[in-house]
């Protein structure tokens, strides 16, 4: 019993820092660019994926000996799509303010490519409750990383988080950072420094080993 | 938004408000399939037909949704008609060219999944073109992604031969150079107005 908590917690956690889906993989970039501009828009972003990734992981598991081969990613598409609609309506009953802000980039969650990705290499290949974990981890890996860049960008762009201000009013905003060119660069620099502390951690290993 | 003129259309979706550099749209094939300049031309050419395909069959299909009053099923039957779109280019590619299939390889059947054009046929709808602006909006989103692509890929080309530190090559380079050819983009606002 102990021996198989660990394993879908290391799945569980997997997603979150050793393969994450979007600094690690590099997958999903579209809404990690786009929607970033704002604390509050990349919660709402990251809990958005994570929940139609958790649904179309656990149907696509559970379906997994029902779905011909041949016909696969057009009905695990059917699904995300399915359930993207759902969470569409949800956010616009929720707050139409949000809904507005995040515009058409709520639908595209269809075509992220972390969620059609985990339902081909995972999903359909293992029972429910690790399709599940593995779609929990991936989505708080994500929700981790748009978050991250969220915060930079709202922070130096509006001196503010998540609306409140934190600079104070003699802080100049750097405007570039809410603008489509600061998305690029601060995901640059997230990238970098990920792959600094890769590299690091690779160079102190191999001085032990030594 | 109507009213708008179909040079604006164009200029806008292709210039002003690139897909993918101020959009950030069609990320996942700018980053993969911009190393080369042989391959980024053809890519461009291959989504811009099926954004073409996709933009008539959308438009179709959100006047039928209309009548049938079924807004919810809007996403559904585009990502389908999309599928098919890409479907369709694929086999047309296979038979004409076996040498470029080959060459664009998996990114080919991932025009499915690319944001791009799933985002024109959206934006289309939200946006309340009529059909002959559809059709040069999505003109207009080939010809701003073809050419994203294909300045990346020469500049990335061009990167081959200089001397990186280790630590920034690959995908963190490409973003910092996306960044930079974001805010150059910028220079086109107000353009064609």
């Known amino acids: 019993m102990k021996a198989e908590q660990n394993t879908s917690m290391d799945i569980l956690l997997k997603g979150i820092w050793k393969e994450n889906p979007v600094f690690v993989q590099v997958l999903g970039m579209c809404p990690v660019l786009a929607v970033t501009n704002s604390v509050i828009n990349s919660i709402v972003m990251g809990f958005a994926t994570t929940f139609v990734l958790v649904m179309s992981s656990f149907f696509v598991s559970l379906f997994r000996k029902l779905i011909p081969r041949q016909v696969r990613i057009a009905s695990y598409i059917m699904i995300i799509a399915t359930f993207v609609t759902v969470a569409e309506y949800i956010i616009q009953a929720i707050s139409l303010e949000v809904h507005k802000s995040l515009g058409a980039f709520i639908s595209l969650i269809v075509v992220n490519c972390i969620i059609l990705g985990r339902a081909e290499a ?42 409140v201000s934190i600079m104070g009013p003699s802080f100049e905003p750097w405007s570039i950072m809410i603008l489509p060119g600061g998305a690029f660069f601060v995901l640059g620099a997230w990238l970098l420094f990920f792959n600094w502390l890769r590299e690091r951690a690779k160079r102190q290993q191999e001085r032990v080993m030594v | ?26 990320i996942c094939p700018f ?88 985002g024109m046929a959206l934006f289309q709808t939200n946006r309340g073109y009529d059909f002959i602006q559809s059709l040069i909006f ?17 500049i990335r080309e061009a990167l081959d031969l200089a001397d990186i530190p280790g630590l920034v090559k690959g995908t963190a380079l490409t973003l910092m150079i996306a960044g930079i050819l974001s805010m150059a983009f910028m220079g086109f606002a107000g353009l064609g107005g």
Do not use: W
Not at chain 1, 140 to 157: D, I, K, N, P
Not at chain 2, 62 to 80: F, G, K, T
């Open chain 1, 122 to 163: 995972f999903a359909s290949k293992y029972p429910v409750k690790e399709a599940v974990m593995d779609a929990l981890g991936m989505g708080a890996g994500f929700t981790l990383a748009v978050l991250s860049l969220g915060v930079v960008r709202e922070l130096l762009g509006n001196g503010t988080l998540a609306g």
């Open chain 2, 138 to 154: 999505s003109l207009g989103a080939g010809a701003g992604f073809s050419l994203a692509l294909i300045i990346m890929a020469g």
């Open chain 2, 1 to 26: 938004m109507t009213g708008e003129s179909l040079s604006f259309i164009f200029i806008n979706a292709a210039l002003i408000n690139n897909f993918v550099l101020s959009s950030f749209l069609g």
């Open chain 2, 31 to 118: 980053l993969g399939v911009s190393g080369k300049l042989k391959t980024a031309g053809p890519m461009g050419a291959a989504v811009t037909f099926v954004m073409f395909i996709s933009s008539i069959f959308a438009y179709a299909i959100h006047q039928i949704l209309l009548i049938i009053e079924a807004p919810y099923l809007q996403l559904i039957s585009y990502i389908v008609v999309i599928a098919s779109a890409v479907q369709l280019v694929e086999m047309f590619i296979k038979k004409f060219s076996p040498v470029l299939y080959r060459a664009l390889g998996i990114y080919l059947p991932l025009i499915t999944t690319n944001c791009a054009i799933l």
